[in-house]
């Protein structure tokens, strides 16, 4: 199955082009890196990808639908580059929240037996079910992450997007996270994920997109690997950050 496809979209802040003339298609299963300099794109890609955003020309369907119409938010899962830097005020426990992913299921009746069994093998499935009473925004940024990262499993998501959801968070921390997200991966969920250690791209995903602006490169990450793409995207002067594990 396609989960998300991109003809021809182009997108620009009042004059100021974000995303020219991008095609690519996500299937299901895919574990797809989303790079490109700061400034790029990126993010407002996946805005347009998730329906955020509507572009300015070109098409988009998710889960073989215009993305206009696509009614279906609990198949996918966002967490956003703010997810790991505060947990809000609202006095939230990590089951709550996670609980309130089912709603997208369950709807806003009376949860069953089967709704809290899910709920808590989501809290397993990341490793955080020993955090259930605690408050979200007590927890440190990788905890939180885990956090959104169960809520939508609970709501079965089929598509996991992720803004550069390790900012701030701890190496060893980040190394077992994007553990989780391989494993999630290899579990049947299709994953975006926008980062920019370079190196953690090519180790864990089987999809690159290099964009800065255009599309520089779609396709596995060993064809991305002998391409020129990066130079290309990146500029002969521009900085990468590109780590080898």
């Known amino acids: 199955m396609t989960v998300v496809h991109l003809e021809h979209v182009t997108f620009a802040y009042g004059e100021q082009p974000?995303?020219?003339?991008?095609?690519?298609?996500?299937e299901d299963g895919d574990f797809l890196g989303l790079i490109g300099p700061n400034g790029s794109g990126k993010t407002t890609l996946l805005h347009l990808m998730l329906g955020l955003h509507s572009p300015d020309?070109?098409?988009?369907?998710?889960?073989?639908?215009?993305?206009?119409?696509?009614?279906?938010g609990e198949r996918i899962g966002y967490v956003s580059q703010q997810a790991t830097s505060g947990g809000g005020s609202m006095p939230?426990?990590?089951?709550?929240?996670?609980?309130?992913?089912?709603?997208?299921?369950?709807?806003?009746g009376r949860l069953t037996d089967e709704d809290r069994a899910i709920v808590d093998d989501a809290l397993e499935t990341v490793g955080i079910d020993e955090l259930a009473g605690r408050q979200v925004n007590q927890l440190s940024g990788g905890q939180r992450q885990r956090a959104y990262i169960?809520?939508?499993?609970?709501?079965?998501?089929?598509?996991?997007?992720?803004?550069?959801?390790?900012?701030?968070?701890?190496a060893e921390s980040r190394d077992a996270f994007y553990q989780l997200l391989e494993s999630l991966n290899e579990s049947g969920i299709t994953i975006i994920l926008i980062e920019h250690d370079i190196g953690v791209v090519t180790?864990?995903?089987?999809?690159?997109?290099?964009?800065?602006?255009?599309?520089y490169h779609h396709g596995d990450t060993e064809s991305f690997v002998e391409s020129d793409a990066l130079t290309e995207a990146y500029g002969a002067t521009g900085q990468v950050v590109h780590h080898h594990h």
């Open 57 to 72: 020309s070109g098409s988009i369907e998710l889960f073989g639908q215009p993305v206009a119409a696509f009614d279906e």
């Open 92 to 108: 939230v426990t990590v089951r709550e929240a996670v609980t309130m992913g089912r709603f997208a299921r369950a709807g806003h």
């Open 203 to 215: 180790n864990r995903a089987n999809r690159i997109a290099c964009i800065n602006t255009e599309l």
């Open 18 to 26: 974000a995303v020219r003339d991008v095609s690519l298609t996500v």
């Open 150 to 170: 169960a809520r939508a499993l609970a709501s079965e998501a089929d598509l996991l997007a992720l803004d550069e959801p390790t900012v701030g968070v701890d």
